[in-house]
């Protein structure tokens, strides 16, 4: 049997489903769940913490090499995502790991984290919020406009406006890829200032649908402020300024709500901080999952 932790790609079975992720680095583990839901886990890779750490990078079923629900594009919801992170565990043979939870990935970590504290070293919650819903969207919203005032002239806004405006109506991985690239800019704090470095990410990044509702067509809703509050493991919470969709407010709530977490606030970034500000990112990260003071 290969080492589940040699550099590269594994796919493993969970509960009947095709599960797959990828290790790169060296030193302490940390498990990373990507964002979306339904962005694959590529946008994710981290080479300056995989300097510190040895990242198991999850590519969320749905996505990818990973199979599908018999109820796709409807199902993912946190449990379930929950019980893959679990089943992975159990085939990487860890006591306890670090779990990095970016975007979407961050309500699944911080929803695994309060359920299955006694597997889990420590949390970084990177660009999470403890809310999902009609408080969270007025609050996003309020950010795009911050965001389209701050770029008013610049003749790509208005296609990235447009983009986020057909984000209601999409119905297949096409679609979901063709608005994910097309309101990316949006995600960083200054994408047109620096989009010789993020032009490429945004030309490859891609995904598959996911509906955000269960097996019932429910919506799969977020409200951990209750849970948060009795959460028992080192938490640091992680949030780029700029950030339109989880932004500071949420960050500075998960930390007032989360027992002795740290909180770090990346002055030049927007939802991308691993990618806009790698250093301080990475510094951040290792430095927690050492233990040490930020």
Known sequence: MSDPLSAGPHTIEVNGVTQRYHVHGTGPVCLAHPGGPGVL????????VERHLTMVYVEPIGTGGSGRLAAHP????????ARMIDGLLDHLAL???????????????????SRHPGRVAGIVLYDSAPVT??????????????????????????????????????????????????LLPAYFADYWGRED???????????????GLDEHLVPDLVDDREPLVTLTVPALVIAGRYDVICGVRWAHELHELIPGSTLLILEKSGHFGHLEEPGAFARAVAGFAAGRDL
Do not use: K
Request: hydrophobic share 35%; glycine share 12%; aromatic share 8%.
């Open 197 to 211: 470095e993020f032009a490429p990410m945004r030309a490859t990044v891609s995904g598959s649908h996911i509906s």
């Open 133 to 182: 819903g009609p408080e969270h969207m007025a609050e996003a919203m309020r950010n795009v406009g911050e965001f389209a005032r701050r770029n008013a002239g610049i003749p790509g806004l208005a296609a990235v406006l447009d983009a986020l405006r057909s984000t209601g109506s999409i119905s297949n991985d096409e679609e979901f890829t063709t608005a994910v690239r097309g």
């Open 41 to 48: 886990w590529d946008y994710l890779r981290m080479p300056e």
């Open 74 to 81: 409807h199902g993912y919801t946190r449990d379930r995502y």
């Open 95 to 113: 006591p306890r790991v670090h779990l990095l939870g970016h975007s979407h990935g961050g309500f699944v970590v911080q929803h695994y984290a």
